[in-house]
């Protein structure tokens, strides 16, 4: 073989072997690689707003409220289930409980736990809250954002009553996540199934079978759930900021002020929040005076010893929020806290150990019934619509008191 061979096989091999060892040390450097991973961004636990509270003076209302509040945590179940119902006579529980109802007791607790600066409250209204979502149901192909199903629909009130939950949980915490879920989030969704439910010529559809391809019934009627959205739409634009609620909220309230007036505790609450997050209409007052004026045309009969306190309590959350907007609105008030007075008096009557009926309550219904309160003399029922009506109603006139007080 020539010596001109021999350079050419020669150098072919060197080529070869410098292929050879680039491919192998990339295909070494490829192994040894330790792999890319996109770094997902940590989660927050910092609301996207900051809660402003009115603080709440010392005073028998203050422990009326807690009271309450400690009646609600002894009959909770385990499960985290609220007791709807109780004869504290008989200590029968026997009824068909409302979770609509339910869910607006869950965020009374968590209204105790702002009053009493204890999480005891709060720890109880988590675990009820946590029991009671299981009731929402979301199908995007079927319906818009997620709803509340209990007895056999989505009722419009428990899509309303859970983003108050979610709102007077923030109030308490200043946190929006529990576990690992993102209740402001659900919040959300739970407001586009709210505005979803708007009639076009105004008002709402009040309940919805997400199992029948998301149809409304047109025939199902909730008195006090309009109002409850209203208020819903306003919580979502104070934890949000977004004014897509406000928007929401100011179509629906233009549309109930065109309405005939009724004893609307809700609306009331929202009237409240609409003087504190933006501002009242002429309008907005003038109705709002006319639900005050309705409410106290019926004193003497609501303060009739045979009816409920109930109703009653109702009357507490009405005024005093309403006196909340007038306030805000640099409209008169005074006129209003005799009469708030009035209910809480005969409410207050009927929290055990008190009570209006010359009943001996004994040591043992004490211990298990204390902080309840009952409906009337001819019902020793304790329920917890009307629990919820006494904590809120009593912790809105305290928050009145404050920015009276504070001026």
């Known amino acids: 073989m020539s010596s001109i061979n021999k350079k050419y096989i020669f150098a072919a091999v060197f080529v070869l072997a410098v292929i050879i ?30 809660p402003k509270t009115i603080p709440i003076a010392e005073g028998t209302l203050k422990k009326s409220v807690i009271a309450a509040g ?13 007791s709807y119902q109780v004869d504290f006579m008989s200590g029968e529980r026997t009824y068909s409980p409302s979770h609509v109802r339910l869910m607006a007791g869950t965020g009374s607790l968590f209204t105790v736990c702002r009053v009493a600066a204890d999480l005891k409250y709060c720890n109880a209204g988590d675990l009820a809250l946590e029991h ?25 009130g428990g899509a309303a ?37 708007r009639k076009p010529e105004g008002g709402f559809y009040y309940a919805l079978d997400p199992y029948f391809g998301g149809t409304a019934d047109p ?43 009724t004893e609307d505790h809700w609306h009331s609450y929202a009237f409240s929040k609409l003087a504190r997050l933006d501002s009242l209409t002429d309008e907005d007052k003038t109705y709002a005076m006319q639900i005050a004026k309705t409410i106290i045309a019926g004193e003497v009969r609501s303060l009739n010893p045979k009816n409920t306190s109930i109703s009653s309590a109702t009357k507490v959350e009405a005024l005093a929020a309403l006196a ?56 020793a029922t304790i329920r917890i619509d009307g629990l919820q009506n006494w904590i809120n109603g009593v912790t809105a006139y305290l928050e009145y008191q404050s920015m009276v007080k504070g001026k």
């Open 219 to 261: 025939d199902f009627y909730v008195t006090f759930a309009s109002g409850e959205s209203l208020l819903a739409l306003t919580d979502l634009y104070e934890m949000t900021g977004n004014k897509f609620w406000l928007t929401q909220a100011r179509e629906v309230n233009k549309f109930m002020i065109s309405q005939p007036v």
């Open 161 to 197: 009553l859970t983003v108050d939950a979610i709102y007077k949980r923030w109030q308490a915490t200043g946190d929006f996540f529990l576990k690992d879920r993102n209740l402001l989030n659900t919040a959300m969704e739970l407001g586009y199934f709210i505005v979803s439910m």
């Open 324 to 379: 909340q907007a007038f306030y805000l609105s640099d409209a008169g008030t005074q006129w209003l806290d005799p009469e708030i007075r009035a209910f809480i008096t005969f409410v207050q009557a009927r929290q055990l150990p008190d009570n209006d009926c010359n009943w001996n309550i004994s040591e043992e219904t004490i211990t298990k019934f204390g902080g309840g309160i009952f409906s009337g003399c001819d019902e």
């Open 132 to 156: 009671y979502l299981e009731l929402l149901v979301s199908d995007p192909a079927n319906f818009r954002g997620t709803c509340f199903y209990t007895e056999g629909n989505c009722q419009l």
């Open 21 to 50: 060892f680039f491919v192998v040390n990339e295909k070494l450097a490829r192994v040894s690689a330790p792999p890319v991973v996109e770094a997902s961004p940590p989660p927050t636990f910092v609301p996207a707003r900051i």
């Open 70 to 82: 400690d009646y609600l945590v002894r009959q909770q179940l385990p499960n985290g289930e609220l």
